[in-house]
């Protein structure tokens, strides 16, 4: 998966479980004061992405200091690829 | 009628948090559908006996724990007689295929040292073991009033090691891996799916001490009602909430009844099933994948019970407190498995004297699934086809043998007096499940917290942290503890434990 599809694959995921503007997905939108997410979704974020990228989180650190869009995508490509070299 | 805070289901966790609430100068509403609070842990009177169902005993509410600080807080203790375990041990496990029996001691140092003597050859990881389940205890707020809130690590916990694996990689000894895991049944998470960090919630306080209340299950109710009203709780009875209300601009209201009538409060605790909570909510208010996680949690198993009599001295021969644990070990997940290959809890009380014959009580449960009885779901209680008497009768004349299959001088002296399935818990408990122990606490689930995205909307009871009494005493005070504040709940618990 490139960089690209990892990034449209997370937007959809979360457009369709969380109900979110589509308009509003761009990588610098604040989870919380743009996308109006609150930190008791992040518990379903990490389920989502989970669930689209087959993979489990455990970082509990990283996903606490997730702020943004942009955020959750680098931290999905970076873990794909630590993913990728691993295997 | 207007309140401070509402409180949806009178279980015990529902009593707990409204006690709470009251004593702090809320004025708080309790509401429950059924004629009385805490119908599932009531008990009932058969043949002259008393039979406890949903309480039996429980681990932490010894003199000096913290489980009892918080019975005391509550103003609960002072009319229960609670009766710590003073015997030497107080849970059997006996196994089916060799004479082997482990009896557990109080205490977990008595524990460390008997398990050492037991099995030598696995000092080292008995050490372990009883290291991790002591650190995992001391990380729970409320099981340890000075634990940080903050640093719960949820992620690390949920993608866990089992306690099964945690086992099999560190000792070949079947029977030390049966030992450690027995306690599975008291969650009712298989050893496999068992996470070591919610085993230990249940283990650590339970290997601590077990204590029984003078007059089970419906002494413990009777208190928690005095205290209710003590602390100044309207209960309102056979009232089910339909609904929760919202106002215009989408902030909690209250929650409305199928007469119209509705409480104002703008606070509400809800302990009735996660799942049948989202009945009640409306449709756009939790977002589609916090609906589907609540709607697909994993259940704990239902169970087929035996409600017992023994001419024979049980409480001499056994103790308290007895597991069977059949040839290939404990695993319980598997109900197309015969009853026969499950493990089997049977708790044994107090021995009295009925026309001069001898007789002991003894409650027999068999982890079981709804769908074993499925087929007779739709009807109604008393009025049961014959086939499922018949299914009624044959599984309770197998628990019986399989009884004296451990115990062969058991032979004709242990009768039944009633029986219940998986249908009689699902109209007992609440759960559409009959699940005994609400949503599985199980690694790879995660089980909904006491806050939600609804502002003033919060969870309790045995699917938000852990079953049992002590379980559904914390879930309480963190569900409390998001209105009040945690570090002021948490304080005042310290504070009382100061004063008195």
């Known amino acids: 998966m490139t960089d690209d599809e990892i990034i449209d694959t997370i937007n959809r995921a979360l457009v369709k479980e969380f109900e979110l503007d589509k308009k509003k997905m761009l990588s610098d939108a604040h989870l919380f004061d743009t996308l109006e997410l609150d930190s008791l979704d992040m518990v379903d974020m990490v389920i989502v992405l989970e669930n689209a990228f087959k993979f489990k989180i455990t970082e509990e650190k990283e996903i606490r200091e997730i702020r943004t869009l942009g955020d959750i995508h680098n931290f999905v490509i970076k873990k794909s690829n630590e993913i990728r070299k691993g295997s | ?500």
């Open chain 2, 1 to 500: 009628m207007t309140y401070d805070c509402a409180v949806i289901g009178a279980g015990l966790s529902g009593l707990a948090s409204a006690i709470i609430l009251s004593k702090n100068g809320l004025k708080t509403a309790l509401i429950e559908k059924s004629s009385r609070t805490a119908p599932l842990v009531r008990g009932f009177k058969r043949e002259g006996h008393y039979f406890d169902t949903g309480f039996h005993h429980a681990g932490g509410i010894n003199e000096g724990s913290t489980g009892r600080l918080m019975l005391d807080y509550l103003g609960i203790s002072q009319h229960l007689n609670v009766v710590s375990s003073n015997s030497n041990y107080t849970d059997m496990v006996r196994f089916r295929d060799s004479s082997f029996e482990f009896r557990f001691p109080v205490g977990i140092k008595q524990l460390k040292d008997r398990l050492e003597q037991f099995f030598p050859g696995d000092i080292n990881f008995i050490n372990r073991y009883i290291n991790e389940i002591n650190r995992q205890c001391s990380l729970l707020p409320f099981l340890n009033l000075n634990a940080d809130i903050k640093t719960m690590n949820i992620l690390e916990n949920v993608h866990g090691n089992s306690l099964a694996d945690f086992l099999s990689h560190n000792t070949d000894n079947p029977y030390l891996q049966s030992v450690l895991t027995i306690h599975s049944l008291l969650n009712g998470v298989p050893p496999g799916e068992q996470g070591l960090n919610n085993y230990a919630y249940i283990v650590g306080p339970y290997y601590e001490s077990v204590s029984y209340i003078e007059g089970g299950g419906s002494a413990l109710v009777a208190a928690y009602e005095k205290a209710a009203k003590e602390n100044g709780v309207d209960i309102f009875l056979n009232r089910e909430a339909q609904k929760l209300i919202f106002s215009s601009s989408g902030e909690l209201k209250g929650t409305g009844f199928k007469d119209g009538a509705e409480i104002n409060a703008k606070n509400i605790i809800s302990t009735i099933h996660p799942s049948q909570l989202m009945n009640i909510v409306p449709e756009n208010l939790f977002r589609p994948s916090y609906n589907k996680r609540i709607k697909t949690l994993d259940e704990t198993p239902s169970a087929f019970i035996l409600y017992g009599t023994s001419e024979i001295d049980l409480k001499r021969l056994i103790g308290s407190n007895l597991y069977l644990v059949p040839a290939d070990g404990n695993n319980f997940g598997d109900f197309s498995n015969p009853i026969e290959n499950r493990p089997i809890n049977i708790i044994i009380s107090n021995a009295d004297k009925k026309e001069n014959i001898f007789q002991c009580i003894f409650i027999m449960i068999c982890p079981a699934s709804i769908n074993e009885v499925e087929q007779w779901g739709n009807s109604i209680r008393g009025k049961r086809p014959q086939g499922y008497l018949e299914f009624k009768d044959n599984i309770c004349r197998r628990m019986l043998d399989y009884f004296v299959s451990y115990y062969p001088e058991l032979k004709g002296k242990i009768h039944a007096v009633d029986f219940s399935t998986p249908l009689t818990l699902k109209d007992y408990s609440g759960s559409p499940f009959g699940s005994m122990y609400g949503a599985k606490h199980r690694i790879e689930q995660y089980n909904p917290f006491p806050m939600t995205s609804i502002k003033g909307l919060y969870l309790a009871g045995q699917s938000i942290v852990a079953p049992g009494l002590l379980g559904t005493l914390i879930s309480a005070f963190l569900a409390c503890g998001n209105i009040l504040g945690h570090d002021y709940l948490r304080g005042a618990l310290k504070v009382w434990n100061q004063e008195e």
